[in-house]
């Protein structure tokens, strides 16, 4: 079973349009399409993004469903078991908030209605028909867990086809609804509740009789005398039905349920497997040893697909078995409750799980997977950054020249950047501030507005920019300006997403973490699944600016991206020399070096790089700097105001670079002066007054005394 647990709408989306379903965009833990006029609409893989729930609409292809809206496990077994029995093939059923479920069919005509009959306490049971549409994957709302299948899906190549689904006629629909109503309706007394459960308790019972179907999960095979179990060349029989370049989901049952028939059959699944074109040495071992007991498929799975695919069931048992099975056929098994794990996940999701457990050897041999940079050691590839910057500071055009570099090719503050195109959000800046923007630093990077083609904007300025809604729980429900966001990447496909800024985009409280994480991660599904950079421009906290973090709100934020970078004005001491000096720090990153530091600074509409110093500028620099420090000490010595090396209000350094003398050097250029000259002993410390307080200070010794 394919269980996408939030990871891969569009694919999803795909099988079912494959398989002659139309699926529907649904948001995330909900039931219902918020969409305009979906019961009309085509969409297409596209439309889909990772973190939502997956509709199918009925109507399409004829496809229906049987929605049992009953808490009674005893009662939906019933209901269920008399379905089958009357529509043989019935091979799925969706489980959202057990032991509700729902079976999927398909009329024998076009133009059929919905339907509904009431039970009373019980609850009802609804027919979805033309307008009307069911959650085939995603989060239930009741229970914030995944809908789960029983061992087959709508997306499986085999038995999840539409055109697979039973065929139901009108009049035995309703046959079947008067049937349902005469045994559970309130006023109806010929089947009681009691009754209904003696029966399932005798039908659970372990089977030992031999005119007893053996079970297999979803599956069973009504075969008389049945006691034995599947032979090694019984099994290559039905495997030689079968391709092993099927889909992953499918390979990944049959060898589910070989294991189910026990470690006997281990080299024969290897041995299938090599078959195919996607073998894999070693896959089929590691998945083997990831396997427990059970899980929901057997290998009346196997047989299921052999017959699905050509074989005569009967024939091969009378081969192995020497007894003449001429009545034996595969059915669905009428449980409709799924296995639950020991952590109370659904056996679909167990299945999904244990299927991307690899081990750590199977990496061998494998090449290394390229670290992908969209701005080289500062902003990764596919995932999200976070951009701070105190307001007024110029993140915006920061970010925008990143944008712009993005599609040009060309480096971004002296860092290669990844080419390709690039889509600007902006819910601050209006479309006029952009082009004013843009004119800028197209004349600095002497190109013309044209070459900008692949550079997509959009300025939400003045509109609602909520990417999502916070729901009673807590949770956040996506709006439509995500999914036209989405829909957007997915028709440009660009390198490079910037959003600006976080406050207008984000709905909840950026104090909160839980909801902190899952904004990032809704942002993360976007990187991963249109494969590109995502940069969040931020507003930090007063307390990020007070620490010089440039964090905002809670932790959470920090702690979910990858990367996070911090641009802020050069200010010491409470002092700005160049209020057009801007210092851009990384000050988190997963993937390479923190404290990296560029310096930029305002010129003509657009930051530009300070150039580094080469060797002899940087002697130069350093010389200067040694030499106010000697001229300022003299100075500060003869007036009598002793200076030290350690700190306080007669710190030298800070009351040099205070001094109208400084020449534009910094507190922290005279610091390092300051290193240097006392350790070629060009400067030294001494002490002076009584014993009980004694004061230290800096002095020039006089030549004999520093040469010696």
Same mark, same amino acid.
């Given at each position: 079973?394919?269980?996408?647990y939030?990871t891969?709408?569009s694919e999803i989306a795909?099988?079912?349009?494959d398989?002659?379903?139309?699926?529907?965009?649904i948001?995330?833990?909900q039931?219902?399409?918020r969409?305009?006029?979906?019961?009309?609409?085509l969409? /297409?893989?596209?439309?889909f993004?990772?973190?939502?729930?997956?509709?199918?609409?009925?109507?399409?292809?004829?496809?229906a469903a049987l929605?049992?809206?009953?808490?009674?496990?005893?009662v939906?077994?019933?209901i269920?078991?008399?379905w089958?029995?009357?529509?043989p093939?019935?091979?799925?059923?969706?489980?959202g908030?057990?032991?509700?479920?729902?079976?999927?069919?398909?009329?024998?005509?076009d133009g059929?209605?919905?339907?509904?009959?009431?039970?009373?306490?019980?609850?009802?049971?609804?027919?979805?028909?033309?307008g009307?549409?069911?959650?085939?994957?995603g989060?239930?709302?009741?229970?914030?867990?995944?809908?789960?299948w029983?061992?087959?899906?709508?997306?499986?190549?085999f038995?999840?086809?539409?055109?697979?689904?039973?065929?139901?006629?009108?009049?035995d629909l &309703?046959?079947?609804?008067?049937?349902?109503?005469?045994?559970?309706?309130?006023?109806g007394?010929q089947?009681s509740?009691i009754?209904?459960?003696t029966d399932?308790?005798?039908a659970a019972?372990?089977?030992?009789?031999?005119?007893?179907? /053996?079970?297999f999960?979803?599956f069973?095979?009504?075969?008389p005398?049945?006691?034995?179990?599947?032979?090694?060349a019984?099994?290559?029989?039905?495997?030689?039905?079968?391709?092993?370049d099927?889909?992953?989901e499918s390979w990944?049952?049959?060898?589910?349920a070989?294991?189910?028939?026990g /470690?006997?059959?281990?080299?024969?699944?290897?041995n299938?497997?090599?078959r195919? &074109?996607k073998f894999?040495?070693? /896959?089929? *071992?590691?998945k083997?040893?990831?396997?427990?007991?059970?899980g929901?498929?057997?290998?009346?799975?196997v047989?299921?697909?052999?017959? *699905?695919?050509?074989?005569?069931?009967s024939?091969?048992?009378?081969?192995?078995r020497?007894?003449?099975?001429?009545q034996? *056929?595969?059915t669905?098994?009428?449980?409709?409750?799924?296995?639950?794990?020991?952590?109370?996940a659904?056996?679909?999701?167990?299945e999904?799980f244990?299927s991307?457990?690899?081990?750590a050897?199977?990496?061998?041999?494998?090449?290394i997977?390229?670290?992908?940079?969209?701005v080289?050691?500062?902003i990764?590839?596919h995932?999200?950054?976070?951009?701070?910057g105190d307001?007024?500071?110029g993140?915006?055009?920061?970010?925008?020249?990143?944008?712009?570099?993005?599609?040009l090719g060309?480096?971004?503050?002296?860092?290669?950047?990844?080419?390709?195109?690039?889509?600007?959000?902006?819910?601050e800046d209006?479309?006029?501030e952009?082009?004013r923007?843009?004119?800028?630093?197209?004349?600095?990077e002497e190109?013309?507005l044209?070459?900008?083609?692949?550079?997509?904007?959009?300025?939400?300025?003045?509109?609602d920019?909520?990417?999502a &809604?916070?729901?009673?729980?807590g949770?956040?429900?996506?709006t439509?300006?995500?999914?036209a966001?989405?829909?957007?990447?997915?028709?440009e496909?660009?390198?490079l997403?910037?959003?600006?800024t976080l406050?207008d985009?984000?709905?909840?409280?950026?104090?909160?973490?839980?909801?902190?994480r899952?904004?990032?991660?809704?942002l993360?599904?976007?990187?991963?699944q249109?494969r590109c950079?995502?940069?969040?421009l931020?507003?930090?906290?007063?307390?990020?600016i007070?620490?010089?973090?440039?964090?905002?709100g809670?932790?959470?934020? &920090?702690?979910?991206?990858?990367?996070?970078?911090?641009?802020n004005r050069?200010?010491?001491d409470?002092y700005?020399?160049?209020?057009?000096?801007?210092?851009l720090?990384?000050?988190?990153?997963?993937?390479?070096?923190v404290?990296g530091?560029i310096?930029?600074?305002?010129?003509?509409?657009?930051?530009?790089?300070?150039?580094?110093?080469?060797?002899?500028?940087r002697?130069?620099?350093?010389a200067k700097?040694?030499?106010?420090?000697?001229?300022l000490?003299?100075?500060?010595?003869?007036?009598?105001?002793?200076?030290?090396?350690?700190?306080?209000p007669?710190?030298?350094?800070?009351?040099f670079?205070?001094?109208p003398?400084?020449?534009?050097?910094t507190?922290?250029?005279l610091?390092t002066a300051?290193?240097?000259?006392?350790?070629?002993?060009?400067?030294?410390?001494?002490?002076?007054g009584?014993?009980?307080?004694?004061r230290?200070?800096?002095?020039?010794?006089?030549?004999?005394?520093?040469?010696?």
């Amino acid at each position: 079973m394919i269980h996408p647990y939030l990871t891969k709408g569009s694919e999803i989306a795909k099988k079912l349009i494959d398989n002659g379903y139309q699926p529907i965009p649904i948001p995330l833990a909900q039931k219902g399409p918020r969409i305009p006029d979906w019961q009309n609409r085509l969409f /297409e893989s596209a439309d889909f993004y990772d973190s939502t729930n997956i509709g199918i609409r009925c109507g399409d292809n004829r496809v229906a469903a049987l929605d049992i809206d009953v808490l009674d496990a005893t009662v939906v077994r019933e209901i269920i078991k008399e379905w089958e029995q009357r529509h043989p093939g019935t091979w799925m059923q969706r489980v959202g908030k057990a032991p509700k479920t729902l079976l999927p069919f398909r009329f024998s005509q076009d133009g059929e209605r919905k339907r509904q009959l009431d039970l009373g306490d019980l609850g009802k049971i609804e027919v979805l028909a033309t307008g009307q549409q069911f959650v085939a994957f995603g989060i239930h709302p009741d229970t914030q867990a995944p809908y789960s299948w029983l061992n087959i899906d709508p997306t499986d190549g085999f038995l999840g086809v539409a055109s697979e689904l039973p065929v139901v006629q009108s009049a035995d629909l &309703n046959d079947f609804l008067l049937w349902a109503k005469t045994a559970f309706a309130s006023d109806g007394e010929q089947k009681s509740v009691i009754s209904l459960a003696t029966d399932h308790m005798q039908a659970a019972q372990p089977l030992q009789e031999p005119d007893q179907p /053996e079970k297999f999960g979803r599956f069973q095979l009504n075969v008389p005398n049945w006691n034995d179990t599947l032979s090694e060349a019984e099994a290559s029989e039905l495997l030689g039905y079968l391709d092993p370049d099927m889909p992953y989901e499918s390979w990944l049952r049959v060898l589910m349920a070989l294991h189910d028939a026990g /470690e006997h059959l281990a080299n024969l699944a290897v041995n299938w497997s090599a078959r195919g &074109n996607k073998f894999k040495p070693g /896959e089929v *071992e590691a998945k083997w040893h990831s396997f427990s007991g059970g899980g929901g498929v057997s290998w009346a799975t196997v047989a299921a697909m052999a017959k *699905e695919a050509g074989a005569n069931l009967s024939e091969i048992a009378q081969r192995h078995r020497g007894l003449d099975f001429s009545q034996i *056929e595969v059915t669905s098994s009428p449980s409709p409750v799924p296995k639950v794990d020991h952590l109370g996940a659904p056996g679909g999701y167990l299945e999904h799980f244990r299927s991307g457990v690899f081990r750590a050897s199977e990496l061998e041999g494998q090449p290394i997977p390229e670290r992908i940079w969209h701005v080289d050691g500062l902003i990764p590839g596919h995932t999200v950054t976070l951009f701070n910057g105190d307001g007024g500071t110029g993140k915006s055009l920061c970010s925008l020249q990143l944008a712009v570099s993005t599609v040009l090719g060309r480096a971004w503050f002296g860092l290669s950047t990844r080419q390709g195109k690039a889509v600007y959000l902006s819910a601050e800046d209006d479309r006029d501030e952009l082009h004013r923007r843009l004119h800028d630093i197209c004349t600095a990077e002497e190109t013309p507005l044209s070459s900008l083609n692949n550079l997509v904007l959009r300025s939400l300025a003045g509109e609602d920019a909520l990417f999502a &809604n916070l729901s009673k729980g807590g949770t956040l429900q996506p709006t439509p300006l995500l999914e036209a966001v989405d829909s957007l990447l997915a028709v440009e496909a660009p390198q490079l997403l910037v959003l600006d800024t976080l406050a207008d985009f984000f709905p909840g409280n950026e104090n909160d973490r839980a909801q902190a994480r899952q904004f990032i991660g809704m942002l993360r599904g976007l990187a991963l699944q249109h494969r590109c950079a995502v940069v969040m421009l931020a507003h930090p906290s007063v307390a990020g600016i007070a620490s010089g973090t440039g964090t905002s709100g809670s932790t959470g934020w &920090n702690n979910s991206v990858r990367s996070r970078l911090y641009l802020n004005r050069v200010i010491q001491d409470g002092y700005e020399a160049n209020p057009d000096a801007r210092l851009l720090r990384t000050m988190k990153s997963n993937y390479g070096k923190v404290g990296g530091e560029i310096a930029l600074t305002w010129r003509n509409g657009v930051f530009v790089a300070d150039a580094p110093l080469s060797g002899l500028d940087r002697k130069a620099a350093s010389a200067k700097a040694e030499r106010v420090f000697l001229k300022l000490l003299r100075e500060f010595t003869d007036q009598g105001r002793n200076v030290n090396h350690s700190g306080g209000p007669t710190y030298a350094p800070k009351l040099f670079y205070e001094n109208p003398k400084s020449e534009g050097c910094t507190k922290q250029v005279l610091r390092t002066a300051m290193e240097s000259l006392l350790a070629a002993g060009k400067i030294k410390i001494a002490e002076d007054g009584p014993p009980s307080k004694r004061r230290k200070f800096l002095y020039i010794p006089e030549a004999n005394e520093a040469s010696g």
